[in-house]
Protein backbone atom coordinates (compact mmCIF):
# COMPACT_ATOMS: atom_id res chain seq x y z
CA UNK A 1 0.00 0.00 0.00
CA UNK A 2 1.01 3.52 -0.55
CA UNK A 3 0.90 6.13 2.00
CA UNK A 4 -0.07 9.73 0.75
CA UNK A 5 0.27 12.77 2.34
CA UNK A 6 -1.34 15.95 1.05
CA UNK A 7 -0.69 19.41 2.59
CA UNK A 8 -2.27 22.12 3.65
CA UNK A 9 -5.31 19.46 5.22
CA UNK A 10 -7.44 23.38 4.94
CA UNK A 11 -7.14 26.56 4.22
CA UNK A 12 -9.63 29.62 4.12
CA UNK A 13 -8.84 32.15 1.15
CA UNK A 14 -9.62 35.76 -0.54
CA UNK A 15 -11.12 35.13 -4.10
CA UNK A 16 -8.85 36.16 -6.62
CA UNK A 17 -6.43 34.52 -5.26
CA UNK A 18 -3.92 31.12 -5.88
CA UNK A 19 -3.55 27.80 -3.78
CA UNK A 20 -1.16 25.41 -4.65
CA UNK A 21 -2.09 21.73 -3.14
CA UNK A 22 1.31 19.57 -2.45
CA UNK A 23 0.55 15.77 -2.83
CA UNK A 24 3.54 13.27 -2.10
CA UNK A 25 3.60 9.47 -2.26
CA UNK A 26 5.88 7.29 -0.01
CA UNK A 27 6.91 4.88 -2.99
CA UNK A 28 6.62 5.03 -6.96
CA UNK A 29 3.39 5.45 -8.44
CA UNK A 30 2.42 4.53 -12.17
CA UNK A 31 -0.54 7.26 -11.81
CA UNK A 32 -1.54 10.63 -9.97
CA UNK A 33 -5.05 12.34 -10.36
CA UNK A 34 -6.64 14.95 -8.62
CA UNK A 35 -10.36 14.81 -7.62
CA UNK A 36 -12.62 17.65 -6.47
CA UNK A 37 -15.44 16.45 -3.89
CA UNK A 38 -18.18 19.46 -3.20
CA UNK A 39 -19.15 18.85 0.75
CA UNK A 40 -21.27 15.26 0.78
CA UNK A 41 -20.99 15.21 -2.53
CA UNK A 42 -19.39 12.33 -4.89
CA UNK A 43 -15.90 12.58 -6.26
CA UNK A 44 -14.99 14.34 -9.86
CA UNK A 45 -11.54 13.54 -11.41
CA UNK A 46 -10.45 17.01 -12.68
CA UNK A 47 -7.18 15.94 -14.09
CA UNK A 48 -4.80 12.42 -14.25
CA UNK A 49 -1.05 14.32 -13.59
CA UNK A 50 1.54 13.16 -16.13
CA UNK A 51 5.08 12.92 -14.61
CA UNK A 52 7.29 14.97 -16.99
CA UNK A 53 4.32 16.32 -19.35
CA UNK A 54 1.31 18.39 -19.35
CA UNK A 55 -1.48 17.21 -17.23
CA UNK A 56 -4.38 15.11 -18.98
CA UNK A 57 -8.11 17.55 -17.60
CA UNK A 58 -11.59 16.07 -17.92
CA UNK A 59 -14.75 17.84 -19.36
CA UNK A 60 -15.33 21.09 -17.47
CA UNK A 61 -11.59 21.33 -16.55
CA UNK A 62 -9.10 23.71 -17.47
CA UNK A 63 -5.22 23.98 -17.41
CA UNK A 64 -5.56 27.88 -16.48
CA UNK A 65 -7.66 27.27 -13.93
CA UNK A 66 -6.51 23.97 -12.33
CA UNK A 67 -2.48 24.02 -12.82
CA UNK A 68 -1.02 20.58 -12.56
CA UNK A 69 2.59 20.00 -12.09
CA UNK A 70 4.39 16.25 -10.91
CA UNK A 71 8.10 16.29 -12.21
CA UNK A 72 8.84 12.94 -10.36
CA UNK A 73 7.15 9.66 -9.72
CA UNK A 74 6.12 10.52 -6.10
CA UNK A 75 5.18 14.60 -5.85
CA UNK A 76 2.56 16.38 -7.94
CA UNK A 77 0.88 19.95 -6.83
CA UNK A 78 -2.86 21.13 -7.77
CA UNK A 79 -3.50 24.96 -8.01
CA UNK A 80 -6.38 26.72 -7.47
CA UNK A 81 -6.31 30.31 -9.84
CA UNK A 82 -8.40 32.86 -9.13
CA UNK A 83 -10.93 31.65 -6.51
CA UNK A 84 -14.19 32.53 -6.26
CA UNK A 85 -16.29 30.96 -3.60
CA UNK A 86 -17.80 28.33 -6.46
CA UNK A 87 -14.17 26.76 -5.90
CA UNK A 88 -15.02 25.91 -2.10
CA UNK A 89 -14.70 22.53 -1.83
CA UNK A 90 -12.31 19.20 -1.14
CA UNK A 91 -9.57 18.48 -3.18
CA UNK A 92 -7.52 15.06 -2.95
CA UNK A 93 -4.77 13.54 -4.48
CA UNK A 94 -4.76 9.77 -5.53
CA UNK A 95 -2.27 7.83 -6.38
CA UNK A 96 -2.10 4.33 -8.19
CA UNK A 97 0.43 1.40 -9.37
CA UNK A 98 -0.42 -1.08 -11.96
CA UNK A 99 -3.08 -2.87 -11.15
CA UNK A 100 -3.89 -2.20 -7.51
CA UNK A 101 -6.27 -0.07 -6.38
CA UNK A 102 -6.39 4.00 -5.85
CA UNK A 103 -4.86 5.55 -2.93
CA UNK A 104 -5.99 8.54 -0.79
CA UNK A 105 -4.64 11.70 0.14
CA UNK A 106 -6.47 12.96 3.60
CA UNK A 107 -7.76 15.86 1.04
CA UNK A 108 -8.21 19.21 1.55
CA UNK A 109 -11.14 21.24 2.54
CA UNK A 110 -10.92 24.56 0.89
CA UNK A 111 -13.44 27.86 1.37
CA UNK A 112 -13.08 31.16 -0.35
CA UNK A 113 -14.12 33.87 1.01
CA UNK B 1 -18.85 6.18 -20.82
CA UNK B 2 -18.86 4.49 -17.78
CA UNK B 3 -21.29 5.36 -15.29
CA UNK B 4 -21.96 4.40 -11.44
CA UNK B 5 -25.03 4.60 -9.95
CA UNK B 6 -26.10 4.18 -5.90
CA UNK B 7 -29.90 4.73 -5.45
CA UNK B 8 -29.90 4.94 -1.67
CA UNK B 9 -28.98 8.08 -0.16
CA UNK B 10 -29.19 7.13 2.85
CA UNK B 11 -29.46 3.80 5.00
CA UNK B 12 -29.14 3.02 8.24
CA UNK B 13 -28.63 -0.36 10.19
CA UNK B 14 -28.79 -1.48 14.14
CA UNK B 15 -25.33 -2.26 15.49
CA UNK B 16 -24.74 -6.13 15.00
CA UNK B 17 -27.33 -6.27 11.95
CA UNK B 18 -26.49 -6.90 8.58
CA UNK B 19 -26.97 -4.25 6.03
CA UNK B 20 -26.71 -4.50 1.94
CA UNK B 21 -25.63 -1.22 -0.06
CA UNK B 22 -26.79 -1.20 -3.67
CA UNK B 23 -24.85 -0.08 -6.85
CA UNK B 24 -25.21 -0.72 -10.38
CA UNK B 25 -22.92 0.36 -13.19
CA UNK B 26 -22.50 0.70 -17.14
CA UNK B 27 -19.73 0.11 -19.27
CA UNK B 28 -18.57 -0.81 -22.33
CA UNK B 29 -15.74 -2.99 -21.66
CA UNK B 30 -15.38 -5.95 -20.13
CA UNK B 31 -12.38 -6.25 -18.24
CA UNK B 32 -12.60 -3.76 -15.52
CA UNK B 33 -12.33 -3.20 -12.11
CA UNK B 34 -14.88 -2.48 -9.30
CA UNK B 35 -14.39 -1.01 -5.54
CA UNK B 36 -16.13 -0.06 -2.45
CA UNK B 37 -14.85 2.86 -0.67
CA UNK B 38 -15.94 3.97 2.85
CA UNK B 39 -15.22 8.30 3.76
CA UNK B 40 -15.56 8.74 7.18
CA UNK B 41 -15.78 12.08 8.58
CA UNK B 42 -12.17 12.37 8.67
CA UNK B 43 -12.29 12.93 4.56
CA UNK B 44 -9.96 10.10 4.34
CA UNK B 45 -10.71 7.62 1.42
CA UNK B 46 -10.22 4.01 3.06
CA UNK B 47 -10.78 0.69 0.69
CA UNK B 48 -13.24 -1.53 1.83
CA UNK B 49 -13.02 -4.22 -0.50
CA UNK B 50 -12.21 -4.43 -4.71
CA UNK B 51 -13.61 -6.97 -7.40
CA UNK B 52 -11.91 -8.09 -10.70
CA UNK B 53 -14.80 -8.43 -13.51
CA UNK B 54 -12.86 -11.75 -14.98
CA UNK B 55 -12.99 -13.26 -11.38
CA UNK B 56 -16.89 -15.20 -11.03
CA UNK B 57 -16.09 -15.48 -7.42
CA UNK B 58 -17.24 -13.02 -4.69
CA UNK B 59 -14.80 -10.80 -2.98
CA UNK B 60 -15.08 -10.64 0.75
CA UNK B 61 -12.72 -9.25 3.37
CA UNK B 62 -14.10 -9.98 6.63
CA UNK B 63 -17.39 -8.77 7.63
CA UNK B 64 -17.85 -7.12 4.08
CA UNK B 65 -18.74 -9.14 0.83
CA UNK B 66 -19.82 -8.04 -2.78
CA UNK B 67 -22.86 -9.86 -4.79
CA UNK B 68 -21.51 -9.45 -8.19
CA UNK B 69 -23.82 -9.77 -11.20
CA UNK B 70 -21.95 -9.11 -14.38
CA UNK B 71 -24.47 -9.40 -16.56
CA UNK B 72 -26.89 -7.28 -14.65
CA UNK B 73 -23.74 -4.66 -13.79
CA UNK B 74 -24.45 -4.59 -10.15
CA UNK B 75 -22.53 -4.72 -7.37
CA UNK B 76 -23.73 -4.91 -3.76
CA UNK B 77 -21.88 -4.58 -0.44
CA UNK B 78 -23.22 -6.83 2.24
CA UNK B 79 -21.67 -5.33 5.67
CA UNK B 80 -22.16 -8.17 8.21
CA UNK B 81 -22.26 -8.03 12.21
CA UNK B 82 -22.24 -3.80 11.64
CA UNK B 83 -20.20 -1.94 14.20
CA UNK B 84 -20.44 2.07 15.23
CA UNK B 85 -17.28 2.22 13.28
CA UNK B 86 -18.57 1.77 10.16
CA UNK B 87 -20.98 4.82 10.39
CA UNK B 88 -19.59 6.69 7.09
CA UNK B 89 -20.27 7.58 3.63
CA UNK B 90 -19.97 4.57 1.02
CA UNK B 91 -18.99 4.95 -2.69
CA UNK B 92 -18.67 2.17 -5.01
CA UNK B 93 -16.46 2.76 -7.53
CA UNK B 94 -15.24 1.76 -11.67
CA UNK B 95 -11.93 1.63 -13.15
CA UNK B 96 -10.49 0.16 -16.42
CA UNK B 97 -8.10 -2.38 -16.40
CA UNK B 98 -4.68 -2.29 -17.46
CA UNK B 99 -3.75 -1.33 -20.85
CA UNK B 100 -6.47 1.57 -22.08
CA UNK B 101 -5.59 5.58 -22.23
CA UNK B 102 -8.61 5.48 -19.35
CA UNK B 103 -6.73 3.25 -17.23
CA UNK B 104 -6.61 4.22 -13.44
CA UNK B 105 -9.04 6.62 -13.72
CA UNK B 106 -12.24 6.34 -11.08
CA UNK B 107 -15.66 6.89 -11.43
CA UNK B 108 -18.07 7.28 -8.78
CA UNK B 109 -21.61 6.49 -7.68
CA UNK B 110 -23.41 9.31 -5.61
CA UNK B 111 -22.30 7.85 -2.28
CA UNK B 112 -24.86 5.91 0.62
CA UNK B 113 -24.33 7.69 3.46
CA UNK B 114 -24.40 4.49 6.02
CA UNK B 115 -26.11 5.32 10.13
CA UNK B 116 -25.49 2.42 12.53
CA UNK B 117 -27.65 2.46 15.05
CA UNK B 118 -26.33 1.14 18.55
Known amino acids: SAVISQKPSRDICQRGTSLTIQCQVD?????MFWYRQQPGQSLTLIAT?????????ESGFVIDKFPISRPNLTFSTLTVSNMSPEDSSIYLCSARAMNTEAFFGQGTRLTVV | AQTVTQSQPEMSVQEAETVTLSCTYD???????LFWYKQPPSRQMILVIR??????QNATENRFSVNFQKAAKSFSLKISDSQLGDAAMYFCAHSFHAGGTSYGKLTFGQGTILTVHP
Open chain 1, 49 to 57: ANQGSEATY
Open chain 2, 51 to 56: QEAYKQ
Open chain 1, 27 to 31: SQVTM
Open chain 2, 27 to 33: TSESDYY
